[in-house]
């Protein structure tokens, strides 16, 4: 028995802090002060709160240490594992109380979040099976094999509502009846691990911290579904993910929960990683399924739906990494316990992964229905620097984006989808009044143009010609004519693409024209950039009554652009300019401002 | 994405070619492995020529522009040399809104080469990537593997002239 653990997050956030160091030296200090029989130390996966990383959590107080470095490690030993008083400094504000500390789950960031998917990240070590099992892992797979038929274990998935969680929506029970319906001998399942939408994370920090319970729930798929094989699809860019999802595999095959036979019960399953190589279109369940076979990712047209010819030609059901991990718990608590969360037609919860303009950056899950202003005022800790918010981009590359007007809205499926955004994977991006909404839809175009990946027409020939357009607007040579050009050849695309990736690459172009289209027609007729972004639009102008003829700006600007002579005010020549704003950066008396 | 074929002469040595032989001999039962062979050969040579793509057709028994046509379209796959020191910088949405276009025309103009490229004393290349997972801390820049969080233009003097040698 250990008196004391001490949890430290090992998610990938955390570990580009230099979490890694913080435990090596942990260890060795625990070490030498005798108290590594009693104090244990645990990496674990994701906490969610980014923003304050490297997180380190002691039991049994609950301490919450935030932004700790290797240098605050001796203190924390000393004093806390050795002398039972706190470190107060370290302590993330909110925990703190008169004489002792908050529970977490009692601090804005927490409070409102319901863990489902994320129930074990941050709370046990993924490296190891005992602790997965320790907190009820493979039961779920134990009663589906032991107490319910295959198609009962459908009948429970329908009945939760439970919904495709990468993006589509599409209800996860019905997609594997199509699959257990067909007859076919060799059937595969398939777990979806490309997190390709900028910005999104959760199926990493579910793949860090909690792998085995993707292996549980392909497994229960696998049953449900009569698939004997099953293929997880990584992206190579997320080390800690594969190299954690490898040691569980290998873990669940000593423990004979992978195999032959698994609980005695004649079903045979067993699962392969393969891993992406940086191509967003193979999120795309077909291209992800030729992608795998060994080819280029391209995506093949549909029907034939996988359920009926999926991976190699076979019936395969593809679910994504978040829709997976809420199964277990589904299968253990029941469907009307998932159901009773969550709005009438999107039930359970939803991970978002926060960033951009927001304080509190990191994971959050939430029942559906939770307002985005919720999320953002009070789970997010609002806007940094007293800006304004401005809009919150959802369903990164594919979505949309939500203005301040709509702040209330309850985020899910359908009413996203009616205000012209989409969930898509969980991304939530938020931006404040310095964001230009045009260069954002040029942002997700380049993105596009780069990833199309050619087969069709419509996408490729489509989305670069809508970034032209685009790049002219930004340039200030649009004419109101080109708006309307970009909106109808927007439309065609949407309408003509071959799969997902075209069929919503116009989406965050008509979001950001439907609610944004002041800042577009800014740029067109007045030829100027509202937020003082587009490089082009901008002109950088010396306040001459701020000036106090430093010369500072004149010496540091490379075009030679800046003239002026000692203790007078300075001026700009806009024809020299380039626009670097290296003269804006160098003035100490804020006297240059883009205009 | 256009990707450019190096001209730099190859290298390789005896060594490399036996791991690589030995990795295509595990695998070349099962064609819908040619990717993963293709990404072994990238870990042994660190990109991969023509000549190491001819290797992997041929013992493959798949045709070179299979070989080709997958390593042009995935965005991992290296068809010129990196530099020693390997920058990237995160261009994902959370990074970009942070201002990391700012920080890759910063390493440009101070490397005096574009992304994609190697310098020509083969000491840095530059490539800009997406999202490395790291948004808590955009924006984000990688050298090899060590992370550059929460970032600004400014700092990127600093951070270069910690890779002198």
Redesign the interface.
Known sequence: MYRSHVLVCGG??CT??NSAAIIEKLESEIAAKGLAEEVKVIKTGCFGL??L?PIMIVYPEGCFYSQVKVDDVPEIVEEHLLKGRMVKRLLYDETVKEDTVKSLNETKFYAKQKRVALRNCGVIDPENIDEYIAFDGYQALAKCLKEYTPEQVIQIVKDSGLRGRGGGGFPTGLKWEFTSKNSAPQKYVVCNAD???????MD?SVLEGDPHCIVEAMTICGYATGATEGYIYVR???PIAVKRLKIAIKEAREYGLLGKNIFDSGFDFDLHI???????VCGEETALMT???????EPRPRPPYPAVKGL?ASPTTENNVETFANIPQIILKGAEYFASMGTEKSKGTKVF?L???INN??LVEIPMGTTLREIIEEIGGGIPNGKKFKAA?TG?PSGGCIPASLMDTEIDYDNLTAIGCMMGSG?L?V?DED?CMVD?AK??LD?TV?ES?GKCAPCRIGTKRMREILEKITDGKATLEDLDKLEKLAHYIKDNSLCGLGQTAPNPVLATLKFFRDEYEAHVVDKKCPAGVCKALLNYVIDPEKCIGCTLCARNCPAGAITGTVKNPHVIDTAKCIKC?ACM?ACKKQAISKQ | MLKKISKIPFKGTAEQEEKLRKVIDENKQDKSMLMHVMQEAQLIYGYLPYEVQVMIAEGMNVPLEKVYGVSTFYAQFALSPKGKYRISVCLGTACYVKGSQEILDELCNRLGIGPDECSEDGKFSLEACRCIGACGLAPVMMINDDVYGKITAKDVADILAKYKD
Do not use: H, V, W
């Open positions: 990938t956030g580009s802090s980014c923003a990383g997190e390709g939408d900028p910005g999104a994370f990493r190579a860019e997320y393969r891993l992406g190589a940086g191509a967003f992608s795998i076979e060994g080819n280029r990712g190699f992964a960033g951009g303009k950056t990191g981009q990164g991304g991006i931006m964001n954002i942002f997700f993105f780069d990946c704003g950066s």
